[in-house]
């Protein structure tokens, strides 16, 4: 098993940034594909970014797309997402998840493994 402890939300103005981290203890983070998730309020919760075991392959929401950066170091088993150009359609509670397959799965019933999440807040 794997626990991740996310880390880095709070309120940003729209157009700045923020760096989330995932930070990974138990089973090596390096076992997981790892992926980043979102929750609104009053919706249902969504896929953001993920990346591969050893970080070669990424995928993202078509919403981030070009505003997001998913990474990984494995050596210190942790999983970041720099957030560019905020908009406040992205405040949400994000979450960080691992997922035992072997290719980038998109959806939250695929992802064994979930951190408690981290708010971020963008005021417009």
């Known amino acids: 098993q794997v626990q991740m402890v996310e880390s880095g939300g709070g309120l940003v103005q729209a157009g700045g940034s923020l760096r989330l981290s995932c930070a990974a203890s138990g089973r090596t983070s390096s076992s997981y594909a790892m992926g980043w998730f979102r929750q609104a309020p009053g919706k249902g919760r969504v896929f953001v970014a993920a990346?591969?075991?050893?970080?070669?392959?990424?995928r993202y929401a078509d919403s981030v797309k070009g505003r997001f950066t998913i990474s990984r170091d494995n050596a210190k088993n942790t999983i970041y997402l720099q957030m560019n150009s905020l908009k406040p359609e992205d405040t949400a509670v994000y979450y960080c998840?691992?997922?035992?397959?072997?290719?980038?799965?998109?959806?939250?019933?695929?992802?064994?493994?979930w951190g408690q999440g981290t708010q971020v807040t963008v005021s417009s």
């Open positions: 998840a691992a997922d035992t397959s072997f290719v980038l799965r998109v959806g939250v019933a695929d992802y064994d493994y």
């Open positions: 990346i591969s075991r050893s970080g070669g392959v990424t």
